[in-house]
């Protein structure tokens, strides 16, 4: 029997990792193998591992924060329940700053897929402001929506896959020697850029109270859900490799419809940029609900300026979080390009992963389990591919999480 005002737990390990799965391949998988293919070659399928194994370290490590704090708010709150105030600031400082770049890559992506040569920039901008009007007007898609995207994103990469490996110009094999001919900073960079595919993977650590038997039910999830999208990112790789090569991969803004188009089989151009604008515009929806939420949350603990904070009188949206939030992406937009964004999202995303980790190694204080070997590994994970992305992004990544400090620290002396 569900108490009232807690949620019911009907979800069993099938449901789970369907929903993990849900939040895993989505648009990242359109945009991200191109920078990938960049930086290391054919060695991004290493790469590709890597990230992955990072990724399932921090996922372990959110769920055991989430099972002992079920909390909205995620590594934020969890930081400042667990390590301090200001562990908290850098995780949600850096989970927005990170998020806000995703919504760039996102646009462009979009764009990259959708819009006519020469004017990318010109449709993402305006898809960011389009979305931003609706997410202002307090309109957000169910949940019966987010099912229907993803089945036709999945459907558009099975067709497009099928359409390239049965085409003339298929490879089924690859030079092994080139897997390390960029060294390993390559390939560590390209993991770096791939683990941006794997967003939205702690998805699954935040449904302990809504799965049957949580401490069982959450990691078996995590574990097959990030199996199972290996596999299918593992051979969407190989399957452009083979098709465009490294050097065509890394020279496609759109990957896959280039593929495509180099299989001969035409009709299935349209299938595979419907789906990547698809899976482009719900993950835009949602981060853009998701960031201006983080920011009012912040905004009223102080963290960031409290005038963030205003939530709209008749749309029930934090709507200068929202216009703010819109600004820079168009801004991010105007300046920059996905690779650039990309890189960015990343720092961004594995900082705040590396507070959720540190968080999730202190409160195991008997070190007993693999949950602390989670948490050396995530952590240690997103230290070394932080420091192995584009010197450009980490630079600017630093800067901003900088000021970020230090406008923390003015307003903290304002109030004082």
């Known amino acids: 029997m569900t108490a009232p005002g807690e949620l019911s737990r009907r979800l069993r390990t099938p449901d789970a990792v369907v929903i993990g799965l849900g939040s895993m391949i989505g648009a990242g998988v359109f945009a991200a193998f191109t920078p990938a293919a960049a930086a290391a070659g054919n060695g991004l399928l290493i790469g590709l591992v890597v990230a992955g194994v990072v990724a399932l370290g921090n996922a372990m490590s959110s769920a055991v924060l989430a099972a002992r704090f079920p909390t909205s708010g995620g590594t934020y709150a969890y930081g400042r329940e667990v390590l301090g105030a200001w562990w908290g600031f850098v995780a949600g400082w850096s989970f927005v700053i990170g998020k806000i770049a995703s919504c760039a890559a996102m646009a462009l992506t979009f764009a990259a897929y959708a819009a006519p040569e020469g004017w990318s920039r010109v449709v993402a901008i305006a898809a960011v402001v389009a979305l931003a009007i609706v997410n202002y007007r307090g309109i957000t898609k169910t949940a019966a929506v987010t099912k229907v995207l993803v089945a036709l994103v999945v459907v558009a990469l099975v067709v497009a896959v099928s359409a390239i490996l049965l085409g003339p110009t298929a490879s089924w094999s690859l030079d092994q020697s080139d897997l390390l001919a960029s060294g390993p900073y390559g390939v560590l960079q390209s993991a770096g850029l791939l683990f941006f595919a794997f967003a ?15 401490r069982r039910t959450i990691p078996r999830a995590i574990v097959i859900a990030f199996g ?5 990112y593992g051979g969407i790789a190989v399957t452009l490799l083979g098709a465009l090569g490294a050097a065509g991969v890394a020279e496609s803004a759109d990957p896959l419809a280039r593929a495509v188009a180099a299989s001969g089989a035409s009709w299935v151009d349209p299938v595979v940029r419907v789906g990547a604008a698809l899976a482009s515009l719900g993950a835009l929806v949602s981060l853009l609900a998701g960031i201006g939420r983080t920011m009012l949350a912040m905004a009223r603990r102080g963290d960031l300026p409290r005038w963030l904070g205003a939530v709209h009188p008749r749309f029930a949206v934090p709507h200068r979080a929202d216009v703010a939030m819109t600004v820079v992406i168009v801004a991010i937009i105007a300046l ?9 999202s990343s720092f961004g995303v594995l900082l705040y992963y590396f507070v959720a980790n540190v968080a999730a190694f202190r409160l195991d204080a008997t070190g007993k389990g693999a949950r602390r070997a989670f948490a050396v590994v995530g952590g240690v994970g997103c230290c070394v591919l932080v420091v192995t992305l584009p010197p450009a992004a980490v630079i600017a990544g630093v800067l901003v999480v900088v000021i970020g400090v230090v406008g923390r620290l003015a307003t903290g002396r304002r109030r004082s």
């Open 228 to 232: 199972i999208v290996v596999i299918v």
């Open 200 to 214: 939205g993977y702690a998805r699954i650590a935040t449904l302990g109270e809504e799965v049957v038997d949580p």
């Open 336 to 344: 920059a390009d996905v690779r650039g964004a990309i890189a960015f």
